[in-house]
């Protein structure tokens, strides 16, 4: 069996965020019963394709997968057992926003298997979350927090984004105190990234609100390195830590880092079900059409839900390796490469890694490439040489 992971999209939200360019959607809860319905449809359709795969990871994102009851995220995590053998003792995440989540919800997922809590906090400064659009405060974002620890979670992983308009690197190291004062197991902090077309993005191209600061983004990004590598979190891929523990390993990701994601990163395979997932079988990528309605009529009629399908050349299976693969700390090994594509990295890559390396974004040894810390970031410079 090929191990994989498994990723549930839950395209729902009480509201839209003004940064957000997800397929997400606000105000179609009269799809919400349907659409679980489809879910569990879709993994019976393609269970018969993916029977080669053990599925050792579940994470349920979205949107916001704790809009809808409970009993219904139960199904779909039942249905990933029965149907598509999701292994026993496999990591399991849904991802919640504070304000969707109270106790009896939180135990019952707990109850229901889920291993690993994501909160999408983002700020713990109200002027920032008004900003983002966010529906909550900090007051509420705390008791989430408590109230998951009181629920049983002991793996919680917390969201947050910095180089918000107008964010002061003094401001993002009061969020990061108070975020590591709560000791959660893993931590994900991203840059903003302005997309076009969201409110964010219009309300700064009027003029409305500063751009943010790129300077200040990155002596943000370098204050977190430093803050939470003194506070015992290890740092393993570009935007995440997760907190050290005995059971370590010497080399690569610690314990406590998201099992699922590193799958991503490592290029590995993983099914999605649901609006807008997409798959990856180890040859080729598989998108499912994005609009929950169509979804639910295409499931309904018997259909595969796939909109797009793309089968990897070598070229951009190599690529695509490096790409992710250097988004982790540990770099990607000569070994694993040469394994996986039969030719050494150095016989396809030889004149970028050198011209990397010259730049001062890319480190190598006896083991392998990764990023050095000014190559963290500039990672898109990098990623860019490596693409077919």
């Known amino acids: 069996m090929v191990p994989a992971g498994l990723y549930v999209h839950i395209p729902f939200c009480l509201a839209k965020c003004a940064y957000c360019d997800f397929v997400s959607f606000a105000g179609l809860e009269p799809l919400y019963e349907a659409y679980v319905e489809a879910l569990l449809r879709e993994a019976a359709l393609v269970a018969p394709r993916w029977a080669e795969f053990s599925f050792d990871t579940l994470f349920i994102g979205g949107g916001t997968p704790t809009v809808l ?116 197991e893993h931590l994900s902090l991203y840059a903003l990234t302005l997309e076009e077309g969201t409110p964010l993005e219009a309300r700064i191209r009027r003029g409305d609100l500063p751009a943010p600061d790129e300077e200040a983004s990155a002596a943000m990004y370098e204050l977190a390195e430093a803050l939470l590598g003194r506070s015992g979190y290890a740092h393993y891929e570009i935007s995440n830590w997760a907190r050290r523990t005995p059971a370590d390993p010497p080399y690569g990701p610690p314990a406590l880092a998201c099992r699922h994601n590193l799958k991503y990163w490592r290029n590995e395979p993983y099914l999605g079900l649901g609006a807008a997932a997409h798959s990856y079988d180890g040859t080729a990528r598989y998108a499912n059409v994005s609009d929950p309605a169509a979804y639910i009529a295409r499931i309904g009629q018997g259909q595969e839900a796939v909109a797009e399908r793309e089968v990897l050349t070598p070229a951009q299976a190599m690529g695509e ?68």
């Open 69 to 184: 009851p409970v009993a219904w995220l139960e199904a779909v995590i039942t249905a990933c057992r029965e149907v598509l053998h999701l292994a026993e003792g496999a990591e399991i995440t849904v991802e919640a926003n504070p304000g969707t989540v109270d106790f009896p919800s939180l135990r019952a997922l707990r109850e229901a298997g889920v291993t690993r809590l994501s909160l999408g906090i983002q700020s713990l400064r109200d002027a920032d979350l008004a900003l983002l659009g966010r529906l909550h405060n900090c007051q509420t974002a705390r008791e989430a927090y408590t109230l998951a620890r009181q629920a049983g979670f002991e793996n919680i992983n917390l969201d947050f984004i910095f180089g918000l308009p107008g964010q002061t690197v003094p401001q993002w190291q009061g969020v990061l105190e108070e975020a590591l004062s709560l000791r959660p």
């Open 321 to 388: 390796t490096m790409m992710l693969g250097l988004r982790l700390i540990e770099g990607v090994e000569y070994a694993a490469f040469e394994a996986r594509f039969g030719v050494p990295m150095r016989a396809v890559y030889a004149r970028e890694m050198e011209e990397l390396i010259q730049e001062g974004l890319l480190e190598a040894d006896e083991c392998g490439v990764r990023l050095t810390p000014r190559g963290r970031l500039l990672g898109n410079r990098v990623f860019a040489a490596f693409l077919p």
